[in-house]
């Protein structure tokens, strides 16, 4: 059974247990979604259970206009960026950094982590909507209208965040891979 | 380097962030204890003195803004951009050279969002490199942007909304959009093709 079919059997017996169920299955995707987006660290902690805490209470307020999934990540995106916001962190953009730069970096780790380091410093230098775009549709699973949803742009926006994210990753991992 | 190669390692890398079993309890356990919790409402009591100095504060900042609306912000009272793209199409038509126009002459006929959503696509058409007849808010456009490098530049000051230079409205003739480089910033010129 998927989210929503899930979501319609609570919405009809209204037992606790099917939301819980329903909240349980997006703990894991929406907290890696955000700790993707943030970093990791305690903020993650608090702004996952913020999202649920939000879903779980504004659940009726969910009309179905899109899917479940859908609904969830908006709301995380929302919140990652009300952090941003507050916090006044932001992400570094696409042109501090050089490849340079994150070669300096992985040559203090590991041989074996190196690889992973070097991955990581390089999306890490992905903006945010690049890193949004490229989570909801090559690692959430979303098609690129329901990511154009979650961002609030539309399709060809998708299309292109997605193209440039790779573009810029390809040029940073190229050397080494 | 492949896409899927490429968006095998993204997952893995994003896999990683995933919550252990432990920490997924608590927080499910955190949602479902706070969920339980009436939600406390503020008050909406607000002592008589704070209420006048928001009421006076709140009129000061309303003049003022419109002051500096007045003065500054309307495009037309700017010097070098014009007022609307009837202006513009003229500055256009009776240039002898590429003319620079404000992205606010975009701005004002579409609004910001859409602007910022016409850059996007425009980027997406730029990489084609083919002429692309649009319309937007009402008034059929054509595009020209080279090369791909100057206009995602371009794209990125345009999500910014700091750009003081930007895409150029061009109604309603074959005109052409030029991205020059100007050391660090990007103007836009206007000619006629």
């Given at each position: ?17 099917l939301?819980?169920?329903l ?10 979604f ?15 259970q ?25 709301i995380?995106?929302?919140?990652v960026?009300?952090?941003w916001?507050?916090s ?18 992985v ?14 410093a ?6 945010p ?16 209208e ?32 | ?9 993204f ?15 608590k ?7 706070e ?61 002898k ?38 319309e937007?808010?009402?008034h059929?456009?054509?595009l ?12 990125d ?37």
């Amino acid at each position: 059974m998927n989210d929503d079919e899930l979501l319609e059997r609570f919405r009809r017996s209204n037992d606790a247990d099917l939301l819980e169920e329903l909240v349980r299955r997006n703990v894991g995707p929406v907290y890696r979604f955000v700790a993707s987006m943030i970093g990791s660290g305690d903020a993650v902690d608090d702004l996952v259970q913020d999202v649920l805490l939000n879903v779980v209470r504004n659940i009726d307020r969910f009309r179905g206009e899109s899917s479940f999934s859908t609904w969830v990540y908006r709301i995380a995106l929302n919140r990652v960026r009300r952090f941003w916001k507050t916090s006044k962190k932001n992400l570094p953009t696409v042109d501090v950094k050089t490849a340079e730069a994150i070669a300096d970096q992985v040559r203090h780790s590991s041989e074996a982590n190196e690889l992973k380091s070097l991955i990581g410093a390089a999306i890490e230098e992905l903006s945010p909507a690049l890193r949004a775009a490229m989570l909801l549709t090559v690692v959430e699973g979303l098609s690129p209208e329901e990511a154009a949803k979650v961002e609030g742009c539309n399709v060809a926006n998708i299309h292109w965040r997605i193209h440039k994210a790779r573009k810029i990753l390809k040029d940073r991992l190229q050397r080494y891979i | 380097m492949q896409d899927d190669l490429l968006d095998k390692l993204f997952r893995e890398w994003s896999m990683d962030r995933l919550p252990d079993e432990t920490k997924r309890e608590k927080i499910l356990r955190n949602v479902f204890d706070e969920s339980l919790t009436p939600v406390k409402k503020r008050s909406r009591f607000i002592p008589c003195r704070q209420r006048t100095f928001i009421a006076v504060s709140a009129g000061l900042g309303i003049a003022v803004a419109t002051i500096l609306f007045v003065l500054f912000l309307q495009p037309d009272r700017m010097p070098g951009v014009p007022a609307n793209v009837e202006t513009a199409q003229n500055e256009v038509e009776t240039a002898k050279e590429p003319i620079r126009v404000s992205v606010l002459v975009l701005w004002r006929i579409a609004g910001s969002e859409s602007a910022v959503e016409f850059l996007e696509d425009a980027v997406l058409l730029a990489e084609e490199q083919k002429l692309h007849e649009i319309e937007l808010g009402g008034h059929r456009m054509f595009l020209w942007i080279y090369p791909l490098e100057k206009s995602l530049y371009l794209l990125d000051l345009g999500i910014d909304k700091t750009a003081e230079t930007g895409i150029v409205a061009v109604p309603d003739r074959t005109q052409a959009l030029h991205l020059n480089s100007n050391g660090d910033r990007f103007d836009v010129f206007v000619s006629v093709m």
